[in-house]
């Protein structure tokens, strides 16, 4: 079966567009983030990753919390964002950490 040169066109485009939308709906960081630099974020000393908390500043900490592990985190362990009830709207990252954390 020979392809025509529309036909390439076509898939071509087809493929271009499918690839586009997906780098869109799986981007590394939702808009909605918190970020570290926010007021709120720096007043419970959230951060993003885990393995960068300040273990002096916050000696409460052990290397196996992380905000996918915490009571007030409403996604899915497996998800890389997800709500956070101190934060409103806003999504923290699962790898993340913050002094409110609880496990109960």
């Not at 939308?21 to 909605?32: C, G, H, K, Q, Y």
């Not at 007021?39 to 290397?63: C, E, I, L, T």
Request: hydrophobic residues 40%.
């Amino acid at each position: 079966m020979k392809t025509s040169r529309r036909q390439f066109l076509l898939l071509s485009a087809g493929v271009g567009s499918s690839l586009a939308l997906s780098r869109v709906a799986f981007s590394a960081t939702p808009a909605n983030a918190v970020k570290e630099s926010d007021p709120q974020a720096q007043a419970v000393g959230y951060v993003a990753d885990a393995s960068k908390v300040d273990k002096a500043k916050f000696p409460n900490f052990a290397s196996d919390q992380s905000c996918a592990s915490c009571s007030l985190f409403q996604g899915k362990a497996s998800d890389a964002y997800g709500g956070c009830t101190l934060f409103g709207d806003k999504q923290v990252a699962s790898h993340g950490w913050c002094s409110a954390y609880s496990n109960i």
